[in-house]
């Protein structure tokens, strides 16, 4: 095998890794909502249950995709290295489950702006309003990516061993990083600066216990930053790979591959702050964790 060969097999195989492990995480945290917070009427875990799901599909296809074009770099053609129904559908839902996970966020941020700043509103904190909206939300997030799907623009890459919109089709490439990138990222920034200014005009002027309570969204506030953080990542090196195109007309050679490597970390990442921002997982991970070492100093002192 040559250098270039062998630097496309440990890209893919390093993006397959990452993929499993979100899908391991998020698969723990589906359990953790069934076992422990099946009865919970609570907007944090329906959130919280919804974007695993969308991260575990979002895994899935990633996977198959990097699964598909490490067999391609191995040596072994199956049939679909090709432009395939299956190839092409999976390549569509890479971009629309992205474009989903991004709304989800759009979502949770809106339930943090309302329960800080609308908390007196208790129509806009239902359950059954954001039990509504999720579906709703992936559907239409799906539905903004789909003139991709019926005007072609998903072609197989032989190159690549895969099917996805290829950057040097500009008008398609364009549409999907301002819909899926661009647009959510500016509405949740402007989401949180709002949150951010509201919290500091209250801080002199509330209650004690309103202090707390604002302290305390601050602090989720400032995870829900970092967190912003993850998601430009998540696009960021396909931004710039695709800019460089426009602007030199030379694509990277490594350009699909780095862009789905970053997803992928952006992704196992993701699958973890999902426990540090849902307060009730969290509570439940350290109350498991904290049985956990208690049985296991209770066994070391019995054997003692």
Not at 15 to 37: K, P, R
Not at 199 to 221: E, Y
Not at 263 to 279: D, E, G, K, N, R
Request: a positive charge; one cysteine or more.
């Amino acid at each position: 095998m040559n250098i270039w060969t062998v630097t496309n097999i440990t890209l893919n195989f390093i993006t397959l890794v990452n993929t499993i492990l979100t899908i391991i995480i998020c698969s723990l945290i589906f359990l953790l909502i069934l076992i422990f917070h099946q009865r919970t009427r609570s907007i944090p875990i329906i959130l919280a249950g919804h974007a695993s799901l969308i991260l575990i599909i979002s895994a899935c296809m990633l996977g198959s995709m990097c699964t598909s074009s490490l067999i391609g770099f191995v040596g072994i053609h199956l049939e679909q290295h090709k432009n395939t129904t299956w190839c092409i559908i999976r390549g569509f839902c890479v971009h629309a489950f992205l474009c989903a996970l991004y709304d989800s966020y759009i979502l949770q941020a809106t339930y943090r702006l309302c329960r800080v700043v609308f908390y007196r509103r208790k129509r806009l904190l239902s359950c059954r309003l954001y039990i509504i909206l999720v579906p709703i939300e992936t559907c239409f997030s799906i539905l903004c990516i789909s003139p991709v799907l019926f005007q072609n623009d998903v072609i197989y890459l032989p190159t690549e061993y895969y099917c996805q919109t290829p950057f040097t089709n500009v008008r398609a490439i364009m549409y999907v990083a301002l819909r899926l990138f661009l647009l959510p990222l500016i509405f949740i920034i402007f989401v949180h600066i709002c949150l951010l200014k509201y919290i500091r005009k209250m801080h002199n002027t509330t209650c004690r216990k309103r202090m707390k309570q604002d302290k305390r969204h601050l602090i989720i506030t400032r995870r829900l930053l970092f967190m912003l953080g993850v998601l430009l990542l998540l696009g960021l090196p396909s931004v710039t790979f695709l800019t460089i195109y426009l602007i030199t007309g030379h694509l990277f050679s490594l350009t699909y591959r780095i862009g789905w490597l970053s997803v992928s970390i952006s992704l196992v990442f993701l699958a973890y702050m999902l426990i540090q921002l849902t307060a009730p997982l969290k509570k439940t991970v350290h109350k498991i964790l904290s049985r956990a070492s208690t049985s296991r100093d209770q066994g070391n002192g019995s054997n003692d």
